[in-house]
């Protein structure tokens, strides 16, 4: 099979690859770039692991191909920290200890940050309404919720 | 496996026309990706869409909207002028999976893919929807309807694809609505969806009606006796009775892990119904 050669930009960085047109943007995240923060969950779009942005928009890294990314902007969890400076979702997820195993929380990060930078001061309900694609089978889902409220509140602080 | 991104409608028709292969079209593919990850589908082409700049867009046309395939439904429900026109329509795009399915997935998908479940196509039909469909021989306006002809498969050439859907204009007290039944809260497959719209004259008598419903057929059904029944009355008590009953009776489900066929067929009335009151409401609304 021949390989396409895909330049695209990853958290802020210019990137270049060369994939294969079966290969899903996670494949390429994962395996080519190592950016192994994004995780593979059910490699069919139900449980969130894999969340990125794509060009301001938040997807399944497991439901786009690799080769649809050229020209396109991608963050990934691996962009959401400053240095060594965590972000306040970041924070807020140990704080209330809002996670056990750790294989959902990527996703779950991404995706909650998605949410507070389109609407900072979101209900309960609206958080969990959003995060209805993210899976998590050790929190019961509780104390995620806590610390995305938690987290909008002090970003709302700051702000 | 080859992957092409034509940037024009022209490119994409001629690079389908010259595959004597499988061919997928890929639009939002969170059905195409699925497919291919389960090996139900390996394609010798893969078309993108997404670097059409037409197909991309939503567009006022005759006091309607024209919304290209390539439109994700964050997109949709995102524009003020179609909420407001169509809100039984952007409400079941909005069913539709996650927010990060939502991040992708197309109403032009959800029509193409053919599921008889699938949850805009009901409020489509109602909507009176038609989607343009265009290849070699140019383009064709079609109702919507008449793209599904049994789960999976469509009418559509073998060189065609669904450049756009457009939706109407309406009258002033008009209105929609879309309900689905499933057995959770967020994120499952219909079991029964039922999409109706309606136009009140200024008396509020019910003057025009569209019924569809999901799930319980092969394909979405247009029903055309539950539109009757609410037709020339005030949708009051009575028509609504007449509107489930009719509902119910053009319902032909199977049994399956979802949902028996006496349920389905019970709730398909049961939502017709409540469908019916909403859209109601949301008419005089406005």
């Known amino acids: 099979m021949t390989q396409t050669h895909v330049s695209t930009t990853i958290n802020g960085d210019k990137v270049e690859y060369l994939c294969e047109t079966d290969e899903t943007l996670l494949d390429v995240l994962r395996d080519t770039l190592s950016l192994t923060g994004s995780k593979e969950g059910c490699g069919s779009g139900d449980c969130g692991a894999c969340s990125v942005m794509l060009d301001g928009r938040l997807v399944c890294a497991c439901l786009v191909l690799g080769v649809e990314a050229q020209d396109r902007k991608i963050e990934t969890i691996e962009g959401m920290a400053s240095g060594d400076e965590l972000h306040p979702l970041q924070q807020k997820f140990l704080e209330h200890a809002a996670l056990q195993c750790g294989i959902c929380t990527p996703g779950f990060l991404v995706a909650a940050k998605a949410l507070l930078d389109e609407n900072p001061d979101p209900t309960e309900t609206e958080v969990r309404y959003w995060l209805a694609g993210n899976l998590c089978r050790c929190t019961g889902y509780d104390k995620i919720i806590r610390a995305v409220m938690d987290a909008a509140t002090e970003m709302r602080g700051q702000a | ?286």
């Open chain 2, 1 to 286: 496996m080859r992957f092409e991104a034509p940037t024009s409608l022209n490119a994409a028709i001629e690079l389908l026309e010259n595959e004597a292969g499988v061919v997928r079209i890929l639009a939002g593919g969170t059905d195409v990706l699925v497919q291919l990850r389960s090996g139900q589908v390996e394609p010798d082409l893969i078309v993108d869409i997404k670097r059409i700049e037409a197909m991309q867009t939503i567009t006022e046309e005759d006091g309607g909207f024209r919304i290209g395939a390539a439109v994700c439904g964050a997109e949709l429900g995102g524009h003020a002028g179609v909420c407001k026109l169509w809100p039984g329509v952007v409400e079941a795009v909005e069913l539709i999976g996650s927010t990060q399915v939502q991040g992708r997935a197309t109403m032009v998908g959800n029509l193409c893919n053919a599921s008889p479940a699938a949850d805009s196509v009901p409020a489509m039909v109602a909507a009176g929807a038609t989607a343009r469909v265009t290849g070699p021989e140019g383009s064709r306006d079609i109702p919507v309807e008449k793209i599904a002809t049994g789960p999976g498969q469509t009418s559509l050439g073998r060189a065609e694809l669904v450049e756009s859907v457009y939706l109407p204009a309406r009258g002033v007290h008009s209105s929609d609505a879309y309900l689905r039944f499933i057995p959770r809260t967020e994120m499952d497959i219909a079991v029964v969806g039922a999409g109706i719209s309606i136009e009140m004259d200024g008396n509020g008598i019910c003057t025009h009606a569209r019924v569809a419903l999901g799930a319980v057929g092969p394909r979405v059904m247009l029903v055309e006796d539950a539109a009757t029944a609410l037709i020339g009355t005030s949708i009051d008590e009575a028509a609504l009775e007449a509107l489930a009953q009719a509902a119910s009776s053009a319902a032909t489900p199977i049994d399956d892990k979802r949902g028996t066929v006496d349920f389905r067929i019970k709730v398909a009335g049961v939502l017709a119904r409540r469908a019916a009151i909403i859209a109601v409401q949301r008419s005089r609304v406005d």
